[in-house]
């Protein structure tokens, strides 16, 4: 059978379990709307935590991405994954002991203030729009690469499949739908990955053959390195970047995934706070799964890259070069007119620009996988950007419904109301998703390090200072968010889009890149908060006694109770 | 008292957790990059190894780890969930 037909099979397949999981879990009250009833099981809440935050960009572009950048692709692999550990110790049970729906409910009834509810809660829809446009992008890209459609029909296409279980099983149809993403698209990473490695290194386990020796004896990584010195590249398993911009960039991912919302509601879905703690870790270990194979395939792919294409002749290039051409992803511009593929580190000499997408998507073709096996990439896919989609459209709902309606606008309105409130949400957000998929503006890619950069320095001094200092007070933390932000965003502005003044790389303060900065405005948050609180009187004795409770498991009750 | 002391005691689980996650990521992984590339492990350098591969197991390790002395602590305390 060709592609296309396997593509449609096995697409099809998951896309039925999807909207069949979506009937069977149908909500009917706001708590299994905006916590799934308060009562999934840990490894459950696990697997969802794990496909709710590997997005079409983790199993896409995050492979291709680090065999480019070598060894400074370490930021993304820790950067990613370091952040559970603070999730897992220092956020998860005590915000599951709180017990509350939202993100911006925590911040709200702990700084006992709507102007922080509402800061907050500008914060959790800046990021999550941010984070979604992308993502309704990403299905687009799938669909249109492997069934040949417009990339607009597939962004309709992923709309309509998204509405239906997000907005008729809200959370309850989210996170079981992401238990069966994750599976999913864990399989479609990894089944390549096992072939490929096998190919290159005769060792089945990725994580193994990335350290193994290819046919000729040499270990993996130095041939690889030595390709890159003869091409004039830098070796791989060194970088580029300064040390400073390295660290930075790493703790603002690390403090970013710690600080973002439609992450941290995975927390409540659980029944106690025994639960929020052991769920985080198996959410880690599962997302470590994809995550320590991705840099092996990274290796992988480019040595195989080098080998195929460099120094060969254009006219006798492997099929699936040819068939990337078309969609752009790859161009080959023969400069010295020698119709042979020079990929070369001197930029005015280099022929062949490829873009990072392409080392996941046309691996299994590289490798001459079976044709099943391509279109379970395509599945996988389409599970990374849906699961993170829906995740993300759950939170801008809830902000609406919850945060804004119920605490604010109308108080007294029934559950039934909020319910209803909660759906419309859902769909205004689908909407504004789809356009933004799109027509996606040209600065979504400066903006997606903006996203952990505003949580870094939003949200996370505000939950840590909430739980751990019980003196902080809401003018420390409303001040030290409203400057964390505005200093974060003033920063990408200017580096990133030119506003004020702009500037290039030798204007970074202290050589910290905009994609670092998040870590600067994050300390910046908490100097701020924590001096200005001290100023001000301590916060009334039952918001103390929040904090009192909030730091002791015994008496979680389900995250029903308001 | 016994709550003082409950809580007391996951601090200190706190900061010498984090201590492993620092070291291992930002030690290793950055900041002792290339001095910790002149050792090999097969075909990995050592720096390189802990910035792509070893501190994601770390981290893996480390949340297990707390649970355990979590809920350990929970049961000693008597505050535990019923």
């Known amino acids: 059978m060709d592609i296309q037909t396997w593509t449609f099979i096995i697409v099809g397949i998951t896309f039925a379990v999807y909207i069949g999981i979506a009937i069977w879990s149908t909500a009917s009250s706001t708590s299994d709307f905006y916590v799934a009833g308060g009562g999934v099981s840990p490894f459950a809440n696990g697997m969802a935590t794990a496909a709710d935050w590997m997005s079409a960009a983790s199993f896409i572009s995050m492979a291709g991405l680090i065999s480019f950048m070598g060894y400074d692709g370490a930021v993304y692999l820790m950067g990613w994954t370091g952040g559970y550990v603070l999730l897992a110790l220092l956020l998860a049970p005590y915000l599951r002991k709180f017990g509350k729906f939202t993100v911006p409910d925590f911040i709200g009834d702990r700084y006992y203030s709507n102007v922080a509810r509402t800061v907050a809660v500008i914060c959790a829809i800046i990021v999550s729009f941010t984070y979604v446009a992308g993502q309704m992008r990403g299905v687009g890209v799938v669909f249109a690469r492997f069934l040949e459609v417009e990339i607009e029909t597939g962004v309709y296409i992923g709309m309509i499949i998204v509405l239906f279980y997000a907005t008729l099983g809200g959370m309850k149809g989210i996170t079981y739908t992401q238990v069966a ?100 870790g198996w959410a880690l270990l599962l997302i470590a799964i994809l995550y320590t194979t991705a840099p092996a395939i990274s290796v992988f792919a480019r040595t195989n890259l080098i080998q195929t294409v460099s120094n060969q002749e254009y006219d006798s290039v492997p099929e699936w070069f040819t068939n990337w051409e078309k969609t752009g992803l790859i161009a080959f511009d023969d400069k010295n007119a020698d119709g042979k593929i020079q990929y070369v580190g001197d930029v005015a000499a280099n022929e062949l620009t490829i873009d990072q997408d ?46 804004l309606i119920k605490k604010q606008i109308k108080p007294d309105i029934s559950e039934k109301g909020e319910l209803v409130w909660a759906r419309i949400g859902s769909v205004i957000a689908v909407v504004i998703a789809g356009y933004f998929g799109i027509n996606p503006p040209g600065f979504v890619a400066a903006v997606v390090a903006l996203a952990f950069g505003l949580a870094a320095a939003s949200f996370f001094p505000a939950i840590i200072l909430g739980i751990f200092d019980k003196r902080m007070n809401k003018e420390g933390a409303i001040a030290g968010m409203v400057i964390g932000m505005l200093l974060m965003l003033f920063y990408m502005m200017k580096f990133k889009l030119g506003f004020f003044g702009g500037g290039d790389q030798s204007g970074w303060w202290f050589g910290i890149s905009p994609e670092g900065f998040g870590s600067v405005a994050m300390l910046v948050n908490f100097a701020v908060s924590f001096s200005l609180s001290r100023l001000f009187p301590a916060p009334p004795e039952d918001v103390q006694e929040i904090v009192e409770n909030i730091r002791f498991p015994r008496g979680a009750g389900e995250a029903t109770h308001h | 008292m016994n709550k003082q002391m409950y809580w007391r005691a996951n601090i200190r689980y706190l900061l010498i957790l984090l201590s492993i996650w620092f070291a291992v990521s930002y030690g290793a992984g950055i900041l002792f990059v290339d001095q910790l590339n002149n050792l090999r492990i097969g075909g990995f350098k050592l720096g390189f190894w802990f910035a792509q591969q070893g501190s994601i197991y770390v981290f893996v390790i480390l949340i297990f780890v707390y649970v355990r002395l979590m809920n350990k602590l929970d049961k000693k305390h008597d505050l535990d969930e019923k």
């Open chain 1, 181 to 280: 993403q994750y599976c999913i698209l864990i399989f479609a990473f990894m089944v390549p990955a096992f072939f490929i490695s096998f190919q290159l290194t005769g060792n089945v386990i990725p994580q193994l053959g990335f350290g193994g020796t290819v046919s000729d004896g040499t270990y993996l990584l130095d041939k690889l390195d030595g390709l890159h010195k003869e091409l004039g590249f830098a070796a791989y398993t060194e970088g580029s970047k300064s040390m400073i911009d390295v660290f930075c960039i790493t703790l603002a991912l690390m403090v970013g995934t710690a600080g973002l919302p439609h992450v941290i509601v995975r927390f409540f879905t659980v029944a106690k706070v025994k639960d929020a703690r052991i769920s985080a």
């Open chain 1, 358 to 403: 392409i080392m996941v998507l046309a691996n299994p073709e590289i490798a001459n996988l079976p044709n099943w096996v391509i279109a379970l990439v395509a599945a996988g896919g389409l599970a990374a950007a849906l699961s993170t989609a829906a995740g993300l459209l759950l939170v801008i709902s809830a902000s609406i419904s919850h945060d």
